[in-house]
């Protein structure tokens, strides 16, 4: 079955503790990216990944890290979580060609302390 | 700065009514898509429009793409209980220098629409 995975679904830290929430794409999309939901703010993009060691900055990346060593796998990175990114995120991909649909994780819902 | 505005915010009808949720921009964009997302799940694609005029239909759901690319709307005729959930627009802007590639959704606010038995 085709699918985005994100792993853990529900996370509750401390400030400060790094924590990496993990990405993975069945589907050899070369684009993934990342996403926080918020209410009343809507769906922001904070990294996204055109291709395997290409990475650029969505419109909220700060105190965030991706890296993507292999095409399946976009993992996000909070070297030192603040309660300011307690938040519900996305993780999703899609081919670059066809009609570029993309395809959204379950979601991750974390919350720092 | 939010690149497109979605409106109502929310909306909560009779089920049988019709109904239109509009996405606006200034900005132009060279494709657009329109998701529903349900609680505790993510954002599913409903469709994607390309071509400025563009009209598509998904049985009761009809989407169309504004004559300069800025703008979009959705219009669901006889609304169901099923219909409920939140509609969002995202609008993608190609990378000239790219080839083809995009460079990232831009997604507005989105819909709470709750279609009322």
């Known amino acids: 079955e085709a699918q985005v995975t994100q792993n853990p679904r529900y996370l509750i830290t401390v400030t400060g503790k790094k924590l990496t929430v993990t990405c993975s794409q069945n589907m050899n999309h070369e684009y993934m990216s990342w996403y926080r939901q918020d209410p009343g703010l809507g769906l922001r993009q904070i990294y996204y990944s055109m291709n395997v060691e290409v990475t650029d900055k969505g419109d909220v990346p700060e105190g965030y890290k991706v890296s993507r060593k292999e095409k399946r796998n976009f993992p996000l990175i909070l070297e030192s979580p603040s309660p300011n990114q307690t938040s519900l995120y996305f993780c999703?991909?899609?081919?670059?060609?066809?009609?570029?649909?993309?395809?959204f994780g379950p979601g991750t819902r974390l919350t720092v302390l | 700065t939010q690149l497109l505005e979605q409106s109502p915010q929310f909306l909560s009808i009779q089920e049988g009514e019709n109904l239109t949720v509009y996405c606006n921009s200034s900005?132009?964009?060279?494709?657009l898509q329109w998701y529903r997302q349900e609680p505790g799940e993510g954002p599913v694609l409903l469709v994607t429009?390309?071509?400025?005029?563009e009209v598509k239909k998904l049985k009761r759901l009809t989407f169309q793409f504004g004559d300069a690319r800025k703008d979009s709307s959705l219009h669901i005729t006889a609304a169901q209980t099923g219909d409920t959930g939140l509609y969002l627009c995202?609008?993608?802007?190609?990378?000239?220098?790219?080839?083809?590639?995009?460079?990232?959704?831009?997604f507005g606010k989105g819909t709470h629409l709750i279609i009322q038995p």
């Open positions: 429009v390309v071509t400025g005029g």
């Open positions: 900005s132009v964009f060279s494709s």
């Open positions: 999703a991909s899609r081919s670059q060609t066809g009609d570029n649909e993309q395809f």
């Open positions: 995202a609008g993608e802007k190609r990378a000239l220098y790219s080839g083809g590639g995009a460079d990232g959704l831009t």
